[in-house]
């Protein structure tokens, strides 16, 4: 950052009048007035003007220098802000530091970033190794008084000082648990303190104006320089005395949970203005504290913004609003790409007030202050929406939290439901250790009580798991409620108070708290809320869910299928069911050449021999690059690690002798591609793109084609990486684990990562396990085709003249993700079943037939095998689903049974390709599976800051894929351009129209209930 602040002093005007201006023109007009009271002690503007000017001398002669950081050890009193004064005076940039809420390694923290070796104090203290500069020591009562040349020198020094020069640098609590310091300049406070908009903390000599802020909170520089420059008085208090000094103030300027420990008594009458900040007000303290004499304001600004840009009166029943913008600011919407403005989105801020940016911190400075049509902005990471009353704060992106697989706003959900119950005045919400946690006040509040209240009246994931009910809450040395001291309270605190589980029932098992951990790391809750009776589908389990915990218990030589762990559900019946491993060893895959394909690898690499376009998957991934080092030379080491640790990537595939064989070696067929602007940028991508359809169009089908990778870099700004592979290398589940690795990779980190996992070893798993069960195999398929003749082909309708190979048919269909979820759990079935069940009913309307098949497209991790959930490369499998319905069956009795069938064939699903000899496939060729279902509700993949594009020609005449997509429900019919566009466009919103009535049916339903929606 010494580059930015040199940059800003050579370019920047020079200050025409800063804060210390202002107050010297108070103390010449009103040199007896009161600056400051504190504890039956005052302080005049005159005292004030001259005590600062002799620390600014004294300060000087020991070193310091203008433009110089320095940190300040103080707490409330008179002292404080003389010290102040006296750095602003040498031209100085003050660093404060709480000496009395402060620990000493947060102290140490700070002056490590300020990296200055002495240490301006107020208290008597000391650091062990940094010098101490006393407040006592400067105003020594034998220290000279200021000469009229000394004076002239420290006004000279103001003359020099430009726009952009610190006022002070204010340490907030940073993400990486060090405090991260923001630098405010002299111009964004000197134009704050001279504002005269609506709602404007409007201070005459004659007002009184709280100061309970701690001297490191910003509030507290918005305060005093408020009040100061236009010649108020500050009434400093402390915790002991603030109920005594807050009544004689005429403006109080706190924190909605300070105002909360206040008693709106007549004692206050004398209060004609309350300002509150740093936390959303409720209505209930608005109603209580607004009065005809007395008015209340909600002002909003974050410390990037200089304290405040915007402050709205608030009304009893009105709404809460962020109203009147300081002069010169902008508050905008933008969208998640942070390029339109939209009616909710992210507040941005544009304007004077913008901080210089962090200390010694550019890639945070340019992460979090950005350009925009050539005006520098800063995004705040609050969330607000506009309507005709204004803006309203909706919440802080990081109190948007994810319970129980769904988006949950503590601030305007949570809290709300818990202040709705009677007796309750303040609520607190987080996210703890995979649990909603809540707290209340007062004590005496009946949490059972509430507990049922809330049950009764919002959705379950609005529950707090764990509620506790105390007398206070414990707040922050800014006035704000204390969530890490609370979360301490939840340590401290006997397990016996969380609610909202089971009773646990006394088990002698040795292995039910492995199972237990298993759920709990699942599911990502605390172990003590998983009970023997904790349900695995009520918890929102599905099938990558149990695929995770079964590798779990593997890796603790325990046993147990994805099939029984949704049959047995229970914590305490998976216990029961639960196979010991006793040799792990009995299976030793060999590396090298002969190894076998598996079935599936089999099937696809036949697929793409007779049609050569078949099963390549084309991705592109796109990030911004103008705060990290992501480039093309980056991507490329990243990918030759990968190469090097997923054997799959160094194989050759040989369908003609059934085999596969791993080298040591690879090549990676790589392009780099460098533009200089957004327009070559797009040019070059689609250039990419057209030559690599060409490519595959040419390619003969066998042998397959290498991985192709090429990056386009517009160095500074973007990058996109491509890449086209055979679906052999790549399925869904590996690519979320690709993904995840790369980024590992790329921040250093690559000796975290776990041990890859062989392809090849797995092959060799499944060529024994099918050499010793092949008699089951193959009975299993003969019993299970024999519903095949019944099926018949879809009725669809047919271009006449098919202009492309394939299509796309797409819509955000009305179903939500929590409906979807909710009526899932209620039936205990995972989503899955409700969305083959959906499109089974619709295949039946369009085959008129009630026996219907598709192909289920697996993560293919349900396998027996040590830590498959980790392998990289194809090994998902495509699951044929054949349905038998009965319109006369309720549709609970349906899904229920249609969940025992898929798991019941997804056992066998590594060997689906035996159904073709089982059905005598020459005779359906024509059919063979019109359609495929692809569900990524649930898929395990972070794209993190990439933005992912994925293509694939559809490896079925209809392929179904339902995604989540906001709140709700996406879907897309990828299909053979044979069919009419139109035709499937019916097609898919059929299917929506029997998904939606299948989740809002009732128990008493039936399937034909179902499909009456169809006609």
């Known amino acids: 950052m010494a580059i930015v602040e040199a940059e800003s002093h050579h370019a920047d005007p020079p200050l025409q009048k800063c804060v210390l201006d202002l107050i010297d023109q108070q103390a010449d007009q009103d040199p007896d007035g009161i600056v400051a009271d504190f504890q039956g002690n005052s302080l005049t503007y005159s005292q004030l003007r001259d005590a600062s000017i002799r620390v600014a001398l004294a300060l000087k002669e020991r070193g310091f220098k203008p433009r110089d950081h320095i940190p300040l050890l103080t707490s409330m009193g008179p002292e404080m802000l003389v010290a102040v004064l006296g750095i602003l005076r040498l031209g100085a940039c003050y660093c404060p530091m709480d000496f009395n809420a402060w620990n000493s390694s947060r102290v140490l923290a700070t002056l490590e970033a300020v990296q200055s070796k002495m240490v301006f104090s107020t208290v008597d203290t000391t650091i062990s190794g940094y010098d101490m500069v006393h407040m006592a020591d400067l105003l020594r009562p034998d220290a000279l008084t200021a000469t009229i040349s000394e004076r002239e020198v420290l006004a000279e020094i103001r003359k020099d000082m430009k726009v952009s020069d610190l006022i002070y640098i204010i340490f907030t609590s940073g993400t990486t648990g060090k405090p991260k310091g923001v630098m405010v300049s002299h111009g964004s406070a000197a134009h704050l303190v001279q504002q005269n908009f609506p709602g404007a903390m409007t201070v005459h000599p004659s007002t009184r104006v709280l100061l309970f802020f701690s001297v490191a909170f910003d509030g507290c520089a918005g305060v005093v320089f408020s009040t100061i420059c236009h010649g108020g008085t500050l009434a400093m208090a402390l915790p002991a005395d603030v109920l005594d000094v807050a009544p004689t103030c005429s403006t109080l300027v706190v924190t909605p949970s300070i105002l909360s420990t206040f008693e709106p008594s007549p004692r206050f009458d004398g209060v004609r203005e309350i300002y509150m900040g740093g936390e959303a007000p409720t209505a209930a303290l608005i109603d209580a504290w607004a009065t005809p004499t007395r008015k209340i304001y909600n002002s909003y600004g974050p410390t990037e913004c200089t304290t405040a840009v915007s402050v709205a009166e608030m009304l009893p029943g009105g709404p809460i609003i962020l109203g009147n913008i300081v002069s010169g600011v902008e508050l905008v919407l933008l969208d998640d790409a942070l390029e339109n403005e939209v009616d909710e989105g992210e507040i941005c801020i544009r304007g004077p007030c913008l901080a210089i940016g962090y200390l010694n911190n550019q890639k945070l400075t340019q992460e979090k202050f950005f350009m925009r049509n050539g005006i520098r902005h800063y995004r705040t990471g609050d969330l607000a929406r506009r309507d005709k009353y204004g803006l309203h704060f909706v919440a802080r992106v990081d109190r948007l939290v994810k319970n129980r697989g769904f988006l949950v706003n503590l601030e305007t959900e949570v809290e709300p439901a818990l202040r709705s119950f009677p007796g309750v005045n303040r609520a607190a919400s987080f996210m703890h250790r995979g649990a909603l946690v809540a707290f209340i006040s007062p004590a005496d509040v009946d949490t059972d009580k509430l507990q049922s209240h809330l049950r009764e009246r919002y959705d379950k994931f609005l529950v707090p798991d764990l509620l506790f009910a105390v007398q206070d809450f414990p707040l922050t040395s800014n006035g704000k409620v204390d969530t890490k001291g609370l979360k301490e309270l939840v340590l401290a605190t006997n397990a016996s108070t969380i609610t909202d589980i089971d009773n646990p029932n006394v088990s002698n098992s040795a292995t039910l708290p492995v199972v237990a951990e298993a759920f709990a790391v699942v599911f990502d809750r605390p172990v003590s809320q998983i009970t023997p009776t904790t349900s695995f589908v009520r918890l929102g389990g599905h099938s990558l869910r149990a695929v995770k915990l079964a590798s779990f218990l593997r890796q603790h030589k325990l046993k147990v299928s994805v099939a029984d762990i949704f049959l047995l559900d229970t914590v305490s019946a998976i216990d029961q069911a639960l196979v010991s491993i006793k040799d792990d060893a009995a299976f030793k895959p060999t590396h090298g050449t002969g190894i076998p394909l598996t079935d599936h690898q089999a099937e696809i690499l036949r697929e793409t021999s007779e049609s050569p376009t078949s099963n390549y998957l084309f991705h592109s991934l796109t990030r911004d690059i103008t705060s990290d080092n992501v480039s093309g030379e980056t991507l490329r080491k990243a990918w030759e690690l990968l190469f090097t640790r997923h054997s799959v990537f160094r194989t050759a595939f040989d369908l003609n002798l059934g085999t596969q064989t791993v080298h040591n070696t690879f090549k990676l067929n790589w392009t780099d591609i460098r533009v200089s602007n957004q327009e070559e940028f797009t040019a070059a991508s689609e250039s990419e793109q057209q030559r690599m359809w060409s490519r595959l169009r040419l390619h003969k089908g066998s042998p397959i084609l290498e991985p192709q990778f090429w990056v386009i870099e517009l160095p500074g700004e973007k990058v996109q990486l491509s890449w086209t592979m055979h679906h052999i290398y790549l399925d869904a589940f590996s690519f979320g684990t690709i993904l995840a690795e790369m980024e590992v990779i790329l921040q250093g980190d690559e000796n975290q990562l776990p041990p890859a996992v062989s392809l090849a070893g797995l092959a060799q798993f499944l060529q024994q396990k099918k050499r010793e069960n092949l008699e089951e195999i193959q009975k299993f ?51 899955a079943m409700a969305i083959y069940t959906a499109w089974g009913l619709t295949l039946s309307k369009y085959s008129a037939s009630d026996t219907v098949a598709m192909k289920a497209s697996v993560s293919g991790r349900t396998i027996d095998y040590p830590s498959i959930d980790n392998i990289v490369g194809g090994v998902n499998g495509r699951c044929p689903l054949i349905l038998q319905l009965d319109r006369n069956e309720l549709i609970s009795n349906a899904l229920t049974s249609i969940q025992r069938n898929f798991h019941k064939v997804n056992n066998f699903q590594w060997t689906y390709p035996e159904l073709r000899g089982a059905i005598g496939v020459e005779q359906y060729t024509s059919y063979w599976l019109e359609s495929q279902v692809v569900i990524l509700l649930d898929m395990p993949v972070e794209p993190g800051p990439w933005k992912v594009v994925e293509v694939q020609k559809p490896p079925a005449p209809l392929v179904l894929g339902v995604v989540q997509r906001g709140d709700g429900v996406n879907i897309r019919i990828e299909f053979d351009g044979k069919y009419s566009f139109q035709g499937v466009e019916q097609l898919g919103k059929a299917f929506i129209a029997v998904l939606k009535t299948l989740i809002d049916s009732t128990l008493e339903a039936r399937v034909q209930d179902i499909a009456k929606v169809l006609g």
């Not at 398929?781 to 047919?798: C, E, F």
């Not at 179903?815 to 079935?829: P, Q, T, Y």
Request: hydrophobic share 35%.
């Open 781 to 831: 398929w003969g019993d299970y085709a024999r519903p095949w003749p019944k099926l018949k082909i879809l009725n669809l309708p047919l271009e006449r003249t098919p202009s492309v190979s394939w299509s796309t048919w797409e819509s955000d269909s009305v179903v939500k993700k929590m409906a979807l979820d909710e009526f899932s759990r209620s039936r205990g079935i995972s989503s």
